[in-house]
């Protein structure tokens, strides 16, 4: 069972809570997509930006040398997006399928996508993120380990998705193997209720 298939979409009556640093369990997220390897001039996308979480963070990350393009599908989520985050010349925006982004090809620095590949076919996403890298273009992933790992919300369930549409690192590595992105560096957070990846793509 390697192959990763998708159960649901995030739904947007809910966006407003991935702005939530408590309820994301992130408290600086700046800090965190540093260590994560986004820096000054970088070209980075963030695929399934959502409201902006990191999005916000990334521009600071890149500076005004650097370049974002945030990407969303759903309207509802980018109009909240549009009232988060100010329009500025190193910013662009696009409603588009994280699966088909219509981005320039082999262009960018970085692809990350945060809490957002156990939503969609891994092999598909992998696919378009590999041609819109530029060479030797980093993917970094962020997930949701095994919510047993996870502190409980309220006392109830664990933070973070079902245990069926959480992307465990072992099938998300297979899957980037395939791909032919090889792993660089990884981490854990919060004694592995998250993980992280960069993988780097292999010279065309």
């Given at each position: 069972m390697h192959h990763h298939h998708p159960g649901h979409r995030f739904d947007p009556a809910k966006a407003a809570r991935l702005l939530d640093r408590q309820w994301r369990l992130i408290e600086d997220p700046l800090e965190l997509v540093r260590a994560m390897g986004i820096g000054t001039g970088m070209r980075v996308v963030d695929l399934g930006c959502g409201p902006g979480?990191?999005?916000?963070?990334?521009?600071?990350?890149v500076g005004a040398s650097g370049h974002v393009a945030a990407v969303e599908m759903q309207g509802e989520i980018l109009d909240l997006f549009r009232r988060q985050i100010a329009p500025r010349p190193n910013l662009e925006v696009h409603r588009a399928d994280l699966c088909a982004t219509g981005l320039a090809r082999g262009?960018?620095?970085v692809a990350f996508l945060?809490?957002?590949?156990?939503?969609?076919?891994?092999?598909?996403?992998?696919?378009?993120?590999?041609?819109?890298?530029?060479?030797?273009?980093?993917?970094?992933?962020?997930?949701?380990?095994?919510?047993?790992l996870c502190?409980?919300?309220?006392?109830?369930?664990?933070?973070?998705?079902?245990a069926d549409h959480r992307l465990a690192q072992e099938v998300l590595e297979h899957s980037l193997a395939e791909a032919g992105l090889v792993r660089e560096a990884d981490g854990q957070r919060l004694g592995g209720c998250?993980?992280?990846?960069r993988a780097v793509r292999a010279i065309r």
């Open positions: 979480f990191f999005t916000r963070a990334i521009l600071d990350a262009q960018w620095d945060a809490f957002t590949l156990h939503e969609v076919e891994v092999a598909t996403a992998l696919e378009e993120i590999n041609a819109i890298l530029a060479d030797a273009g980093r993917l970094i992933v962020l997930e949701w380990g095994p919510g047993s502190p409980s919300r309220d006392g109830g369930e664990p933070a973070g998705p079902p998250h993980y992280w990846i």
